[in-house]
């Protein structure tokens, strides 16, 4: 390109490179968003795992406060559903493990707590693996007070889960 100035003198500019400069700044900042948006998107699986997980703890909780109320005579009166965190634990979700002795609908209300607890250990073995579960009581007079409590083991570097607390009065 030629410019003409006063004086007659042609200056000639010279613009090389401007372009590449240009496309190169632009790719940095597309790069750096696109860096942003991984990040995101990671964080983003994260917490979806974190809420699938408190979901599935909170569907077995109230899974196994059904059963309770369920057997309410012994429930009220009873320790039956009373079970530690490391008591009844499956190791693994074996389909041959799966406790069943009362699907006939012939078990006394004893028989029922004990497959209530059993069967709910190895849902929590199956949908929930590495956790552990606990059923107490409180009684405070005439009220029994039901405190299902789920742990989960050390997540590593994923989002952190708390307990998993359920409490139902009978």
Known sequence: MHLSLE???NIEKK????GLIEVLISL???TIGILGMAGVHSSSLQYNQSSYVQSQATFLATDMLDRIQANNSLAKSGTSYQVGLNDLEYSQCIESSYPNNCEAGSC????MAAYDVLQWKFQLAC????SQGSIS???SGNIRTYIIR???PDMGDRVPLNDVVL???L
């Open 150 to 152: 789920l742990s989960f």
């Open 15 to 18: 613009n090389r490179g401007v």
């Open 167 to 169: 409490r139902g009065v």
């Open 127 to 130: 949908q929930l693996p590495g």
């Open 108 to 111: 006394n209300p004893q028989e």
């Open 28 to 30: 940095l900042v597309i």
């Open 7 to 9: 004086g007659g003198k």
């Open 137 to 139: 009581f409180l009684d």
